[in-house]
């Protein structure tokens, strides 16, 4: 299995400031195919499910607001969130749908402070 | 826009068998662009997936889990279900029903709320 392991596990940010969540894959997950990058973000908040924000490492899904961004390539990932809001309160967690089976970071928790 | 909603037991025994259904609405299980499946949650484990089913019955499942594991779709209801054998403690986690498009296999876009399953005596 791949493994994906997110840094760090939680972190607290200020109103209006930037918070930035590291992945890393044990494999990569770019196809040398169709040199796409297998990797989603999701958000959850709390008391509900996941929700996906960024697909292909770097692309955000309709609807979700342009302080949320993703970068990164192989096996190495970022979220970044800009203009940290109070509804970004949530557990963010990184996923691969390269391989079977897909599996999921542990989860970054991102608070207010 | 696709909702899907869990049912099934919240408490189990051990050694038992999980059963869960999903009712998906706002579209059609027998909609070939869909992939159908089930993934948990729990403290320990964080997000797991557990398998994934075509409208057609053609299953995929967590070679993890896959000896314990059977998934089946009902078109004429609209809903897909698991199975889930030999339960011990380790199984108990909230368990979402999920689904992808067959356009981007294993990114879940839709999730229910998800049903909260206990293994215990």
């Known amino acids: 299995d791949i493994v994906m392991t997110q840094t760090p596990d939680s972190l607290a940010v200020s109103p209006g400031e930037r918070a930035t969540i590291n992945c890393k894959s044990s494999q990569s997950v770019l196809s040398g195919t169709n040199r796409k990058t297998y990797l989603a973000w999701y958000q959850q908040r709390p008391g509900q499910p996941p929700k996906v924000l960024i697909s292909w490492a770097s692309t955000r899904e309709s609807g979700v607001p342009d302080r949320f961004s993703g970068s990164g390539s192989g096996t190495d990932f970022t979220l970044t969130i800009t203009n940290l809001q109070a509804e970004d309160v949530a557990v963010y967690y990184c996923q691969q749908y390269y391989a079977t089976p897909p599996t999921f970071g542990q989860g970054t928790k991102v608070q207010i402070k | 826009q696709l909702q899907l909603q869990e049912t099934g037991p919240g408490l189990v025994k051990p050694s038992e068998t999980l059963s869960l259904t999903c009712t998906v609405s706002g579209g059609s299980t027998s909609n070939d662009r869909y992939y159908w499946g089930w993934i948990r949650q729990s403290p320990g484990k964080g997000l797991e997936w557990i398998g994934s089913?075509?409208?057609?019955?053609?299953?995929f499942y967590n070679p993890s889990l896959k000896s314990r594991v059977n998934m089946s779709v009902d078109t004429s209801k609209n809903q897909f279900s698991l199975r889930l054998s030999s339960l011990t403690a380790a199984d108990t986690a909230l368990y979402y029903c999920t689904s992808e498009s067959t356009a981007v296999k294993f990114r879940f876009d839709s999730w229910g709320q998800g049903t909260l399953v206990t293994v215990s005596s």
């Open positions: 089913i075509y409208y057609s019955g053609y299953t």
